[in-house]
């Protein structure tokens, strides 16, 4: 296995809940290619994996019960940012399921955050590479 990462961005939406119509935060996640390589927990259960470069989206099972207005072939709608759900992920429960994701482009352009991220996720090829990694985070200069 090769080392892979994947640079991340959210934004928090508003999403009505099913139960009683009020608003709550969902985190609205872009990602890149790899995160599917990072994240290899993740499973599209019903419609299909978004497409990069267009507005398009997946719901994790969690969000696409809990709140209304991010069913399979929905156009969700925040702000600027209009989204087709295409998908709905599993991920072994985890709380990625409470999230939608799309492209991480989408999300900087529409809510103008550069090419700016809030995280990566890293997988190593081995445990005994993490010191190599940590070296090497600490001491990258812009």
């Given at each position: ?44 259960v019903e419609g ?95």
């Open positions: 296995m090769r080392p892979v990462a994947s640079a991340e961005l959210y934004v928090i939406v508003d999403l009505n809940k099913r139960t009683t119509g009020t608003p709550a935060n969902v985190p609205l996640r872009g990602i890149e290619p790899a995160a599917l390589l990072v994240r290899d927990d993740v499973r599209i299909r994996m978004f497409r990069f470069g267009t507005n398009e989206a997946v719901v994790g099972r969690s969000a696409n019960r809990q709140f209304a207005g991010v069913d399979l072939g929905s156009d969700f709608k925040s702000g600027n940012l209009t989204i087709r759900i295409v998908g709905v992920f599993e991920s072994g429960g985890s709380a990625a399921e409470t999230e939608i994701w799309c492209d991480s482009r989408l999300i900087q352009g529409v809510y103008q955050r550069g090419n700016s991220y809030q995280s990566v996720l890293a997988s190593l090829d081995s445990p005994s590479s993490f010191d190599t990694f940590k070296n090497w985070l600490t001491t990258i200069r812009s």
